[in-house]
């Protein structure tokens, strides 16, 4: 990412303001990593009938490779940002692309009817609603856990969700999760499955935007 885009401080990211000047600088940016590194992961999950709502699209291709991968029951991209989805927009129009909607929403109060999308892809966005929660040398536990102990969370007697998880990346890796509506995951005993309580010294599962983002925050606001 140009550093021309990144921010002084993590707490920009929750100025929208923020959002609409990076996007009118910067073409494309992938969170994370790009579709091809989990592809393996989603492909299972697609299919050319489904509907499709990817939350926080940014400037991200991921609305683009999915129609590539032949989901055709439609494709639904949203962003805060009327810049991000502008820009994106005019991508699709000058590609010819078809199939793709682009929307500006927010994704806390989202204008469609219930059940309206079959699969939801969220890539980093809610990243966004933690990062005044805690500091890098004590985060918020429900912000970086692994799976493991994050599952506790998922698994609150008021969701009726199941929730399993894979992994991808070399030497670091990410975490990728899938939850089910509907269902719930239940242990031998036909019991909801409970975890412990997590440590009390928790490691970064991942930085903002990149590895000297310790770095960049601002001790001021800790």
């Known amino acids: 990412m140009a550093d021309d885009v990144a921010p002084r401080t993590a707490s920009a990211y929750l100025d929208p303001s923020y959002w609409d000047?990076?996007?009118?600088?910067?073409?494309?940016?992938?969170?994370?990593?790009?579709?091809?590194?989990?592809?393996?992961?989603?492909?299972?999950?697609l299919s050319p009938s489904i509907s499709v709502l990817e939350v926080g699209c940014g400037n991200s291709r991921l609305g683009e490779?999915?129609?590539r991968e032949g989901v055709?029951?439609?494709?639904?991209?949203?962003?805060?940002?009327?810049?991000?989805?502008?820009?994106?927009?005019?991508?699709?129009?000058?590609?010819g692309t078809e199939g793709v909607e682009v929307v500006?929403?927010?994704?806390?109060?989202?204008?469609?009817?219930?059940e309206s999308f079959d699969l939801v892809i969220e890539k980093g966005t809610m990243d966004v609603l933690?990062?005044?929660?805690?500091?890098?040398?004590?985060p918020?536990?429900?912000?970086?856990?692994?799976?493991h102990f994050r599952r506790r969370f998922f698994e609150a007697p008021g969701f009726t969700w199941s929730v399993e998880w894979s992994t991808f990346g070399d030497g670091f890796h990410y975490f990728f999760y899938?939850?089910?509506?509907?269902?719930?995951?239940?242990?031998?005993?036909?019991?909801?499955?409970?975890?412990?309580?997590?440590?009390?010294?928790?490691?970064?599962?991942e930085e903002l935007?990149?590895?000297?983002?310790?770095?960049?925050t601002n001790v001021d606001e800790l």
């Open 21 to 45: 000047e990076r996007f009118g600088k910067e073409e494309h940016y992938e969170w994370f990593k790009d579709f091809s590194h989990f592809r393996h992961l989603l492909a299972p999950l």
């Open 65 to 67: 490779e999915l129609l």
């Open 72 to 95: 055709a029951g439609g494709i639904t991209c949203v962003d805060l940002s009327p810049v991000a989805v502008q820009r994106m927009r005019d991508r699709l129009a000058e590609q």
């Open 104 to 114: 500006v929403a927010d994704m806390l109060d989202l204008p469609f009817e219930r």
């Open 130 to 138: 933690f990062v005044d929660s805690g500091d890098p040398w004590n």
């Open 140 to 147: 918020n536990p429900t912000t970086v856990d692994n799976p």
């Open 178 to 205: 899938i939850l089910k509506k509907g269902k719930r995951l239940l242990d031998s005993s036909g019991n909801q499955h409970t975890q412990p309580a997590a440590p009390s010294i928790n490691m970064f599962h």
């Open 209 to 216: 935007e990149s590895e000297d983002y310790i770095f960049r």
